[in-house]
């Protein structure tokens, strides 16, 4: 293991103006390819469902694509985050720096275009959908993140939420299940608990995961 930095880049495709998507996941995504392969950067990928307040008010749902890179400088992962933000036609990108140990290349960070970076934490709650009595899932995963997003909204607290496969061991032996990963920053402590005690009674669930991180971002 070795001593490293990740940044990760979290990028909406909406214009901040006019709210319209002014790019599709799979264009941004294609575009970000050719990028990487002409700048031979090591990276990873992922989208999500984001939405941040609005300086105007209005709290904005979008596609967002998170672009996870180690290794690279600070000053590679400014100019390209403001290049991006240019592009989109977006006020920000969001950036988080984080010291890691790796042996591989995984990378999970982001952070703003101002060439500073604030302390904040980022909590993130792990969430299957298999109810613990049946072990069926009883909510479809585009079902679950609408309501989450409609939670995340009423609360207008700056969120992804990402798909994943999880699996856990318990009396009956092991199961797999698809499991959402919604990350969360700038929240008061005591709204994450509360929200994940909803999502746990809502899917009638053994255990919510949260977990806690200290970043730059």
Same mark, same amino acid.
């Not at 290049?83 to 989109?88: A, K």
């Not at 092991?174 to 709204?191: F, M, R």
């Not at 005690?197 to 995961?209: E, G, P, S």
């Given at each position: 293991m070795q001593d490293n930095t990740e940044f990760q880049i979290f990028i909406g495709c909406t @214009?901040?103006?006019?709210?319209?998507?002014v790019i599709t996941e799979?264009? $941004?995504k294609r575009m970000m390819y050719k990028f990487f392969e002409r700048n031979k950067t090591d990276f990873s990928m992922f989208s999500a469902k984001g939405g941040y307040l609005h300086k105007n008010g209005n709290f904005i749902i979008e596609n967002t694509l998170c672009i996870n890179i180690i290794a690279a400088s600070e000053y590679d992962i400014f100019k390209l985050a !403001?290049? $991006?933000?240019?592009?989109?036609n977006q006020e920000c990108s969001l950036i988080i720096k984080?010291?890691?140990?790796? +042996?591989?290349?995984?990378?999970?960070?982001?952070?703003?275009?101002?060439?500073?970076f604030q302390k904040g934490v980022k909590y993130e709650i792990f969430i299957g959908l298999k109810d613990k009595d049946s072990y069926v899932e009883i909510f479809d995963i585009n079902d679950f993140k609408n309501i989450l997003t409609q939670i995340c909204t009423q609360k207008q607290l700056s969120f992804s939420l990402i798909s994943q496969l999880g699996g856990y061991k318990h009396n009956k032996g092991?199961?797999? &299940?698809?499991?959402? !990963?919604?990350?969360?920053?700038?929240?008061?402590? @005591? &709204?994450i608990p509360i929200l994940a005690?909803?999502?746990? !009674?809502?899917?009638?669930? @053994? +255990?919510?995961?949260i977990t806690k991180t200290e970043?730059?971002?």
């Open positions: @214009d901040h103006q006019t709210f319209e998507e799979k264009e $941004l !403001k290049s $991006l933000s240019m592009y989109m984080t010291s890691i140990k790796t +042996a591989f290349t995984f990378p999970k960070n982001n952070m703003n275009t101002n060439n500073t092991y199961t797999t &299940e698809t499991s959402l !990963k919604i990350v969360i920053i700038g929240a008061q402590e @005591d &709204e005690q909803y999502l746990k !009674k809502k899917i009638n669930t @053994d +255990a919510v995961l970043i730059e971002y």
